[in-house]
């Protein structure tokens, strides 16, 4: 039993949480954990914020409210920025092939089919409301920093998934959040030089909801490695 191989295939961005709650101890194990992540110089630049009952339920709303907004008036979508670009401008092969079969597959599974703009529009609000999880997180990083601390962030982020798991927990980091950048920085207390990174949320995985049977593929190490010798 290799237990480090186990909690790394047994993470999965889970999209539907029971209520049952997650101890503070947990919590700050799990992020005491993710700050084990090795860093450039030990800069360590994350920073996380934990919102829990009326105040997770007040920042949902308010971006609930303004996803909403969106949808009924698209012109408004362009008030609404992330910091920082997360996808490519013009998406190409094979990475929209991969971006287009993950959206098409979860959809499928969920039976939203091409068109159906309020399924669609109800799924992806989900995001919103951290899926249901009695925990969100939202994570920050000093804008001023290089392009290699967004590195160091995803290995914090890693680390914090898969230290979940360990507690018997689940999560799903969410950039879907950093559209809502001017809403959640005020909100949570961030200064101004703090940058969205993302949101995650967590908890315990409603076992009993379709949307969890989701498992997404990899390309095998024998396609994108090259060996020289
Ligand atoms: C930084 C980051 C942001 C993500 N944002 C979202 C999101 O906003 N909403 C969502 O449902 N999934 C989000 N995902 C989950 C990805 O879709 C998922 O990791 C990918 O499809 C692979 O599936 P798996 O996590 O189940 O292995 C995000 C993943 C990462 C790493």
Redesign the pocket.
């Known amino acids: 039993m290799n237990s480090v191989a186990d909690a790394i295939q047994s ?5 539907a949480f029971t209520k049952e709650p997650v101890s503070k101890e947990q919590i700050l194990k799990i992020l005491n954990l993710s700050a084990r992540a090795p860093s450039g110089t030990n800069t360590q630049p994350w920073k996380a914020y934990v919102l829990e009952g009326a105040k997770l339920e007040g920042l949902c709303k308010q971006v609930c409210d303004a996803y909403d907004s969106i949808a009924a008036n698209p012109e408004l979508e362009k008030e609404y920025q992330p910091g920082y670009d ?1 996808y490519p401008s013009k998406w190409f092969s094979p990475y929209i092939d991969r971006r287009r079969e ?1 959206g098409w597959s ?1 959809y499928g599974l969920l039976g939203i089919t091409k068109g159906d703009k309020d399924k669609m529009h109800a799924q ?1 609000r ?2 919103f409301q951290f ?1 249901g999880a009695p925990v969100g997180i939202f994570f920050t990083i000093d804008k001023e920093l290089g392009r290699g601390s967004m590195l160091d962030y ?1 290995m914090f ?2 680390n914090f ?1 898969v230290a979940a798991k360990g507690e018997g927990l689940d999560t ?7 559209a809502y950048t001017k809403i959640i920085l005020p909100f949570i207390g961030a200064q101004d030089h703090e940058m969205l ?3 995650m949320a967590l908890g315990y995985a409603d076992k009993q909801e379709i949307v969890n049977t ?3 593929p ?1 390309v095998t190490a024998e396609e994108f490695t090259t060996w020289l010798a």
């Not at 993470?11 to 999209?15: A, E, G, P």
């Open positions: 993470r999965m961005s889970v999209r997360y993950n979860l992806h989900k995001n899926f995803g982020l890693q998934m799903c980091p969410q950039a879907a959040w950093n990174v993302c949101g989701f498992r997404t990899r």
